[in-house]
């Protein structure tokens, strides 16, 4: 019988992962240049080639050594960097360097939330971190998600829960399909849709639906569109919730970045009104994903989520004063992802995390700018956080669709889709602070160049 392979945690776990660190980070460099660019070029078929080559055989009958170097550097070479100045497609921003760091060594000590023996640490950690986040939004508690779509399914969830099965939900037809799915999972009754617009939830006609639909009623707006970066009228339809006795779920996965900006918090005003909040760290968090959140203002409706097993949380336990951690979210396993994100926050403050935040909202603006000024560009509307839609003149969509297919299979940069007005525009979305404005130059030239004319 062999020497089994090393362990990541241990006494002996840090020096089994020097090397193999130096591997990952050659390999990461070497995928990178050979990538050159914010994408790979030559579309699905040549990135799955070249993927199938470096990954061959995956079930050998005997072990490569090299495996890990030929597989990071595929990956690398084959990845949407982030990080690149050209790659703004979706709100899927660059990791934090600190926070990377960070995500190691949860993976490396490997602690599971579902029970405090297997996470002691991890979940007081959880708990002092949930609590402060909760706090800037307003409210007393919060529960460690996924991302947006897992917080926005948790808070139908808890209203359904403190509500009854009659819930009906109502939300802007600019809401994410996060949000409508959310009901088809729960069984609940077919969403209403607000009429949105201007791109964002009308207040009067959500004081229609509230007095037409028969309730109990979950309202959901949103701080911070997937397309443009809306937000909705949150005072006016927190003040509409309450005439009506409804229930308020924010979904902020990508706004709520914006608290912790002194220039640019006072755009959520009304969101301390919210029930639920969603907050999603992987956007204006520059954190490696997962790290979703959702805040709550009443713990009681927590309790929602009790759950017993008697190998996870025995009452003899509790009682002994063993954390029970398995109300804290509807799956079982769970990686601490808190670590990465108490990591930033202490790191950075608030002074660094809204100076990130005012930078890539100053990068839109100067984008903006450009595109306003370009005589073959069309401007949608000024970028109310960090997105920017845009599209050449006197085009098709069609046109647009193609322009940006080809951009995303030359490798040459990777934007964005979105339909608004009943047309389609280039979506760019500006996460990296990073970016300067030359980038910002360079891509309207790139966009320029392969307009056809």
């Not at 240049?33 to 990135?47: F, I």
């Not at 002691?120 to 460690?144: I, M, N, Q, Y």
């Not at 509500?163 to 399909?177: C, E, K, M, Y």
């Not at 909040?277 to 709550?296: E, F």
């Amino acid at each position: 019988m062999g020497t089994p392979p090393p362990l990541a945690s241990g006494p002996h776990g840090p020096d089994a992962l020097r090397p193999l660190l130096d591997t990952v980070l050659d390999a990461l460099h070497a995928g990178t240049t050979a990538r050159g660019g914010p994408l790979p070029a030559g579309g699905p078929d040549t990135v799955t080639t070249r993927m199938t080559d470096a990954a061959g055989d995956l079930l050998p009958e005997h072990g490569d050594p090299d495996a890990l170097r030929a597989l990071v550097t595929a990956l690398a070479h084959g990845a949407a960097d982030p990080a690149h100045p050209l790659c703004t497609a979706h709100l899927h921003g660059p990791p934090l360097a600190v926070a990377t760091a960070a995500d190691l060594a949860a993976s490396a000590l490997n602690p599971s939330l579902d029970s405090w023996d297997q996470a002691p640490a991890a979940s007081a950690l959880e708990a002092l971190v949930t609590r402060t986040l909760a706090r800037v939004t307003g409210a007393t508690d919060a529960l460690v998600t996924t991302g947006g779509t897992e917080s926005n399914q948790l808070a139908t969830l808890l209203a359904r829960e403190a509500h009854g099965p009659g819930l009906r939900l109502i939300h802007g037809a600019n809401a994410h399909h996060s949000v409508p799915r959310a009901t088809w999972l729960l069984g609940l009754p077919e969403p209403a849709v607000v009429p949105a617009p201007a791109g964002t939830l009308d207040p009067a006609a959500l004081d229609e639906a509230l007095t037409q639909i028969p309730g109990p009623h979950l309202v959901v707006a949103t701080a911070g569109t997937t397309d443009a970066g809306l937000i909705d009228p949150l005072p006016e339809i927190a003040d509409r919730c309450h005439a009506h006795g409804a229930r308020l779920h924010i979904d902020a996965a990508y706004g709520a970045g914006l608290l912790f900006s002194n220039r640019h918090r006072p755009k959520l005003a009304g969101l301390e009104a919210a029930h639920t909040v969603t907050l999603d760290l992987h956007k204006l968090g520059w954190q490696p994903i997962a790290a979703g959140l959702l805040t709550v203002k009443n713990p009681d409706d927590l309790s929602a989520l009790h759950h017993h097993t008697h190998y996870l949380n025995a009452d003899d336990d509790t009682h002994a004063g063993i954390p029970d951690l398995l109300g804290r979210s509807p799956r079982t396993s769970r990686r601490p992802d808190i670590l990465k994100i108490a990591a930033t926050l202490k790191t950075l403050g608030r002074t660094g995390l809204g100076t990130l935040v005012d930078d890539v909202c100053t990068l839109a603006q100067e984008l903006a700018t450009l595109i306003h000024h370009h005589p073959r560009f069309e401007l949608h509307a000024p970028p109310t956080i960090s997105t920017v839609l845009f599209r050449p003149t006197h085009t098709t969509d069609d046109t647009v669709a193609a322009l940006r297919r080809t951009l995303l299979t030359t490798g040459n940069a990777v934007l964005g889709r979105a339909h608004a007005d009943g047309r389609l525009w280039l979506k760019a979305t500006l996460l990296n602070p990073h970016t300067t404005p030359d980038d910002l130059a360079t891509l309207l030239t790139l966009v320029e160049r392969h307009t056809p004319r």
